[in-house]
């Protein structure tokens, strides 16, 4: 019996690894993050697989679960959306697995930020503009580190990765406009590759309006950096040298 930690991707559900669907289809258990991940996915469990929604179970509810699965020495796919080892508050689980003394195995996803950049047709690493990635979040119920707030990660001014805090999207552009200036682009991609898939695309300065005449108030990732200019210079990668 084991527990695999299983990564859905962004929505689209030919977006998860061949791995992770051969699990699911043959998982008898499955714990699943609610609205997340999409329902298409279950589908391809057992006809008979129990089935349980994350966002309605706390740990001490999961653990439950995972119990009654390895009494029955069944495996238990416990999928997340994306890629499970961002917020995915996975390591309190395999903590609890490790005191039950039940094997686990992490399967990694497609985590939303690459998707966004996917349908955004953007490299989120471009020559002569940057070469870092901060993926980071505003604080919410979970603290943010002091030394981790958005307002010392910008001063490098990399690529922005911001995740759950699309709530927060004008205290996002007020600090970010020292750094970045208010020309510097902007995108809010919600529910990247999702049908209902929304792309909002502007200056920094309009970001926070845009956002609102959408009426984007979850589900969204926000990116932020000058790579989205599209100017850069020619990778020494692929170079006649």
Same mark, same amino acid.
């Given at each position: 019996?084991?527990?695999?930690?299983?990564?859905?991707?962004?929505? @689209?559900?030919?977006?998860?690894?061949?791995?992770?669907?051969?699990?699911?289809?043959?998982?008898?258990?499955? #714990?699943?993050?609610?609205?997340?991940?999409?329902?298409?996915?279950?589908?391809?469990?057992?006809?008979?697989?129990?089935?349980?929604?994350?966002?309605?179970?706390?740990?001490? @509810? $999961?653990?439950?679960?995972?119990?009654?699965? $390895?009494?029955?020495?069944?495996?238990?796919?416990? #999928?997340?959306?994306? @890629?499970?080892?961002?917020?995915?508050?996975?390591?309190?689980?395999?903590?609890?697995?490790?005191?039950?003394?039940?094997?686990?195995?992490?399967?990694?996803?497609?985590?939303?930020?690459?998707?966004?950049?996917?349908?955004?047709?953007?490299?989120?690493?471009?020559?002569?503009?940057?070469?870092?990635?901060?993926?980071?979040? $505003?604080?919410?119920?979970?603290?943010?580190?002091?030394?981790?707030?958005?307002?010392?990660?910008?001063?490098?001014?990399?690529?922005?990765?911001?995740?759950?805090?699309?709530?927060?999207?004008?205290?996002?552009?007020?600090?970010?406009?020292?750094?970045?200036?208010?020309?510097?682009?902007?995108?809010?991609?919600?529910?990247?590759? !999702?049908?209902?898939?929304? #792309?909002?695309?502007?200056?920094?300065?309009?970001?926070?309006?845009?956002?609102?005449?959408?009426?984007?108030?979850?589900?969204?990732?926000?990116?932020?950096? !000058?790579?989205?200019?599209?100017?850069?210079?020619?990778?020494?990668?692929?170079?006649?040298?």
């Amino acid at each position: 019996m084991k527990v695999y930690f299983i990564g859905a991707g962004p929505g @689209d559900p030919e977006l998860i690894t061949v791995r992770g669907l051969k699990i699911i289809q043959r998982s008898e258990y499955c #714990i699943y993050a609610g609205s997340l991940v999409n329902p298409e996915l279950l589908k391809s469990l057992p006809a008979h697989a129990k089935v349980y929604d994350s966002s309605r179970m706390s740990l001490e @509810d $999961m653990v439950i679960v995972y119990k009654e699965a $390895m009494e029955c020495n069944l495996d238990v796919a416990r #999928i997340h959306s994306g @890629d499970p080892s961002i917020y995915g508050a996975i390591q309190e689980q395999m903590l609890a697995l490790d005191k039950l003394g039940i094997a686990y195995e992490v399967i990694p996803g497609v985590s939303s930020f690459v998707a966004a950049a996917a349908v955004l047709r953007q490299e989120l690493t471009l020559p002569g503009v940057t070469q870092t990635i901060v993926i980071t979040r $505003m604080e919410g119920k979970t603290p943010i580190p002091e030394k981790e707030h958005l307002s010392v990660l910008a001063t490098a001014t990399p690529t922005l990765c911001i995740f759950l805090s699309i709530d927060k999207i004008e205290e996002i552009v007020t600090t970010l406009l020292p750094h970045y200036g208010k020309d510097c682009p902007a995108a809010v991609v919600y529910k990247a590759t !999702w049908p209902d898939q929304k #792309i909002v695309c502007t200056k920094l300065s309009d970001i926070a309006k845009e956002v609102k005449r959408e009426a984007i108030k979850k589900s969204a990732l926000i990116i932020v950096g !000058w790579m989205l200019g599209k100017e850069f210079k020619r990778s020494v990668l692929y170079s006649q040298r």
